[in-house]
């Protein structure tokens, strides 16, 4: 069975930084960041390809979030920028055979999210 788990949430000041990180247990797999903010659907963030070679990113944080992954830790961290209170959500972090992109039916395995708090 695979886990996956987030670490790295908590409370950020509006404009701070926050960094996330994400450990998925046996074979290396694409990985994503998404997030649920209250009363609203899940949303991509972000997604790693297995080699660390290829990256997608949500519009909504762009230039403000940075995902990259440690191969030889196993682990894939969010960097989060110029946080704003809109990005306050629980964030989760997945695991894909087949793709690092958006398709959220296509992430195979889901860690259980961490609440990541921006303050105005």
């Known amino acids: 069975q695979v886990h996956v788990r987030e670490s790295g949430g908590g409370l950020v000041q509006a404009g701070g930084s926050l960094r996330l990180s994400c450990v998925a247990s046996?074979?290396?797999?694409?990985m994503g960041w998404f997030r649920q903010a209250s009363g609203k659907e899940r949303e991509f963030l972000a997604g790693?390809?297995?080699?660390?070679?290829?990256?997608s990113y949500a519009d909504s944080v762009k230039g403000r979030f940075t995902i990259s992954r440690d191969n030889a830790k196993n682990s894939v961290s969010l960097q989060m920028d110029s946080a704003q209170p809109d990005d306050t959500a629980v964030y989760s972090c997945?695991?894909?055979?087949?793709?690092?992109?958006?398709?959220?039916?296509?992430?195979?395995?889901w860690g259980q999210g961490i609440q990541v708090t921006v303050s105005s």
């Open positions: 997945a695991a894909s055979k087949v793709t690092c992109k958006s398709y959220q039916h296509l992430y195979d395995y």
């Open positions: 046996g074979r290396t797999y694409h």
């Open positions: 790693i390809s297995a080699s660390g070679g290829q990256t």
